[in-house]
């Protein structure tokens, strides 16, 4: 194309000064207002955790505290993205492929974490799983600790990061439609060769989205972790983002500010990198 | 490729699993010892606890390693009524202890400790800003209008309700100015104001200061060694001590049932014996909390001056019947910041 060939325009008649400068107005207000929402947080905590040098960010770091907390952070959202990438694809699938009694109330279920503040999942799950819960004369006879222990984190993390695979999927499963599916049934493939070779390539921008969202909200994941897990330093419980609230009631800025910069660069990474899937979804 | 990517994910989840992978100690060298404790001690425990750790390898050879947890007294008490198993748990107060006892987890008679078994005490206390630019010397100045006050939530925290029990008791004790003596009415009221200035109630006590320090509210009601805690950490801003106060006494108690588990409980009544010795008392008296020691006491009353009026739970007739009488569903709190979140 091009540079020299005039440009198609919807607007035939001339744009008023007016227009412009209230278009103009209109963007300069939504940068700002992004500006202070996201970006003003944002440079305080690269300015709160690097104010007395670099020095002190890696030593806060590479603490054994710190590295515990971060290694349990993410083999618990490891665990949880596994489950959903499984599980989440699974529902997906069955909500948009099939029809059948209660499915609308079990759709609306779904959305449940989305509403439903985590402080109050992790007290749901203590008292299912406490020692005065429903389920504990069956975790003792089996011996098994839930909470205040990582599965009863794991269970947390679940239940808030519930929705995002299955809400990711199901509109991309609905728009990849049923035909594709079975021309490949009619040739005889089987279910499962259906799924793997057909649905599964065809939906896989959708998948990659689910699980960084999914791992996203994870790693951020606090107020049912504490519940359940009771934050203990120096043992079993304590994750990335509970170490930032002890070290914020220890007064240790530069601690609390390093380990929330750290976190804010993987959910960072997460985004942009989820953003470039979309948009090779977008391209094919 | 399309393949290569579902590998390489599957790939990158395993390698987050075997992450957790973790080898236990040998339990003939080393033993784990959990502590529960409320959220404003933990300086103090900081120092203590390496204290303990090379005395109980000197006698045993044995390496302690412990398991922290700081929240809110009620919380605390609460998660380990529903099985945080803690070995031992330092409490604000007497009431979240006999929540313990009454779910049958401690079972001896913690109270034969030294001072009852409470292993500091404190008094409520206020931090102003510096300078104290609205001149905020005693009770009656919080219920002024206009004043920023922050309290945390006695749900939670055991800090939050003895500053609501100070400010109640010093205005029946006649220590509020235009309050009269024994006159419950004008008490309640009062109580009623200072809680209309209340702008942020956090869940615990620390939290409550750490907001003070961000820039929040004029006023903060909390523990004297909260803030001194504060001050020797370098906080800019004052400590103001009322005419009229609680004395604050800190329980401890080892947890029977979790001990008798764990088979931890030598080096938890250690461990409980060694917070009561003079070493770790002294300790204590220098994270500004006041020894029940009557001679370390004595030793750091320049830091630790007396009191005009120093009332204890007694007044009350203790936590088994404050609890109710206060914060229970027909509390004297509970009416009072109904009316005051219902009314405005």
Known sequence: MSTLAPKPTLVTRPVSWRRVWSRRLLIGLVVIYIAILILAPLVSLVWGAFRTGVGPVITALNQPDVLAAFGRTLWISGIVLIIHALGGTVVAWVLVRHRFWGQKILNGLIDMPFAVSPVVVGYMLLLLFGRNGLLSPVLTALDIRVAFAWPGMVLATLFVTLPFMIRELGPVLEAFGVQQEQAAATLGASGWQTFWYVTLPAIRWGFFYGLTLTLARALGEFGAVLVIGGGIQGGRTETATLYIYRALDERDTVGAYSAALLLGLISLILVIGSDLWRRREKAE | ?344
């Open chain 2, 1 to 344: 490729m399309r393949r290569r990517n579902l590998v390489l994910l599957l790939f990158i989840s395993l390698l987050g699993l075997a992450a957790c992978g973790g080898g236990n100690a040998n339990k003939e060298e080393s033993v784990t010892l959990i502590l529960a404790a409320y959220t404003t001690p933990r300086e103090a425990y900081r120092e203590i606890i390496p204290l303990f750790q090379a005395q109980w390898r000197e006698q045993t050879g044995q390496t302690v390693r412990f398991e922290e947890s700081y929240q809110g007294s009620g919380t605390q008490s609460r998660a380990i009524v529903e099985g945080f198993e803690a070995d031992v748990t330092a409490l604000s107060l007497e009431a979240d202890i006999i929540r313990i006892e009454e779910a049958g987890l401690i079972t001896h008679d913690w109270r034969s400790k030294p001072y009852n078994g409470m292993v500091s005490t404190s008094v409520v206390a206020f931090a102003v800003r510096a300078g104290n630019p609205k001149g905020i010397y005693d009770w009656a100045d919080l219920a002024r209008p206009g004043i920023e006050v922050l309290t945390p939530n006695p749900r939670t925290s055991g800090g939050a309700m003895w500053n609501i029990l100070a400010l109640y008791g010093a205005a029946q004790r006649g220590f509020v100015a235009g309050v009269p003596a024994n006159d419950d009415a004008a008490a309640q009221a009062f109580m009623q104001a200072v809680l209309k200035n209340v702008t942020v109630m956090d869940k615990a006590a620390r939290e409550s200061i750490i907001n003070f320090e961000q820039g929040v509210g004029d006023v903060a009601i909390t523990y004297e060694n909260e803030v001194l805690v504060a001050l020797q950490g370098g906080q800019n801003y004052e400590l103001i001590i009322p005419r009229s106060s609680i004395l604050i006494e800190n329980p401890l108690a080892v947890v029977d049932r979790y001990v008798d588990k764990h088979g931890t409980r030598d080096v938890a009544e250690a461990f409980v014996a060694f917070l009561f010795t003079r070493e770790a008392q002294e300790i204590f008296a220098r994270h500004g909390l006041r020894s029940p020691d009557p001679d370390v006491l004595a030793a750091t009353t320049a830091q630790y001056p007396p009191l005009e009026d120093l009332f204890t739970i007694a007044h009350f007739g203790g936590w088994a019947a404050a609890t109710p009488a206060y914060f229970g569903e027909q509390g004297i709190y509970t009416l009072t910041i109904s009316r005051v979140l219902g009314g405005g």
